[in-house]
């Protein structure tokens, strides 16, 4: 790849292949049908696909760009495994390195960089649509029994969903500089694939100033559609859905996918207020959003930065929205109360 693109353009298209390749390997897990289910703390759980893509995208990155800061959702001594060789993705998207770069990043360089990674946003998804390939309903009974996430309200429901939590999954790469996410990519591995022929999923992707690629935003919805957590409720959540009035309220997996239906115009808020998301979780899904004219704050209105030493945690919620006007009406609906109780957690 030329070292005469600038170098924020030559991370993005090279985010966007590596991207694609974890996707393929989060496809593999499942198709090899050994999760490896580790609970890692009260409610949040890894597999081996989430360990093997952060291992491929962390690789694969830091090989080209050896000193940027790439912090990840599984950095931890148990995901230090051989990467395989046909892991390592040194390809560069040819659309986005012909990019024009922004006039305020052009002048920075790899030590400027903070790179945060979210291998598999959804996992709790991801592990439960594995219940749904099983096309044997006596083996996916069998999965259920020994499924130690999925109660019998929730299988029922997933018989019901035919498939669709898989489209929750994303691969998530947020490039953050002087603390502030400016570009990303969420990758779907499962868009529109699960059972069919197309197996490359799809990659959309943000530059801040610039816009955004690998789809065309949608206006939002006439009405108030407000997206949410499926798996992580609590009474304070749901008391910050009450007050939006909002016409719809939509419970899907992952921070990624809840920025990917607010871009398609499926909603036009994402309201959770509760910790629980992490900087990975926020980082790409912020700077695609800002790309397309959205905002992303926590509950209280004020922005995560994305420095190598903030905190891992997103303490005070996520609040995001299609435009600035969205984003302020649902800020002015949280009541005082409760955003002072999570402010105080
Ligand atoms: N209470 C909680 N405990 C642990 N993780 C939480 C959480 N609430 C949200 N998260 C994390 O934030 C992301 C989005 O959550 P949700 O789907 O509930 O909106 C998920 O990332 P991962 O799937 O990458 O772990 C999820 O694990
Ligand atoms: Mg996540």
């Not at 693109?5 to 593999?28: M, Q, W, Y």
């Not at 959702?73 to 051989?82: A, C, I, L, S, T």
């Amino acid at each position: 790849m030329s070292t005469s693109v600038p170098l924020i353009v030559r991370l993005l298209a090279s985010s966007v292949s590596v991207a694609g390749r974890a996707g393929k390997i989060v496809r593999d897990v499942m198709s090899k049908g050994e999760l490896g289910i580790v609970e890692k703390a009260k409610d949040d759980y890894q597999t081996e696909a989430d360990r093997s893509a952060q291992r491929c995208i962390i690789a694969s990155l830091s090989s080209q760009y050896p000193k940027i800061n790439i912090i990840g959702e599984e950095d931890n001594p148990d995901n230090e495994g051989d990467v395989c060789s046909d892991w390592l993705t040194i390809d560069a998207d040819k659309e986005v390195l012909c990019l024009e770069c922004p006039s305020e990043l052009q002048g920075i360089k790899e030590e400027d960089i903070v790179v945060w990674v979210d291998p598999l946003d959804g996992t709790s998804e991801y592990t439960q649509g594995a219940l749904m390939l099983k096309r044997d309903p006596w083996e996916r009974w069998k999965m259920y029994l020994t499924h130690p996430l999925i109660s019998i309200k929730w299988y029922l429901s997933l018989l019901q969903s035919h498939y669709g939590f898989l489209e929750h999954v994303t691969v998530l790469i947020g490039i953050s500089v002087n603390e502030k996410p400016v570009a990303g990519v969420i990758h779907q591995p499962y868009y529109k694939n699960v059972g069919s022929e197309n197996k490359t999923g799809r990659t959309i992707w943000g530059l801040q100033e610039i816009g955004v690629g690998g789809f065309t935003p949608a206006p939002p919805p006439n009405s108030l559609i407000i997206t949410t957590t499926r798996s992580h409720s609590n009474p304070v959540v749901e008391k910050a859905l009450q007050v939006m009035n909002a016409s719809q309220i939509l419970r899907v997996g992952g921070a990624g996918f809840k920025v990917l239906q607010l871009l398609e115009g499926k909603a036009s808020v994402y309201v959770f207020a509760s910790p629980g998301c992490k900087k990975w979780d926020t980082c790409a899904p912020e700077a695609i959003l800002s790309a397309a004219g959205g905002k992303l704050t926590d509950i209280l209105g004020h922005n995560y930065k994305y420095g190598a030493s903030e905190p891992r945690p997103n303490k005070t919620g996520v609040l995001a929205a299609v435009n600035a006007d969205l984003h302020n009406y649902a800020l002015n609906r949280i009541p005082q109360e409760l955003k002072e109780k999570l402010a105080n957690k």
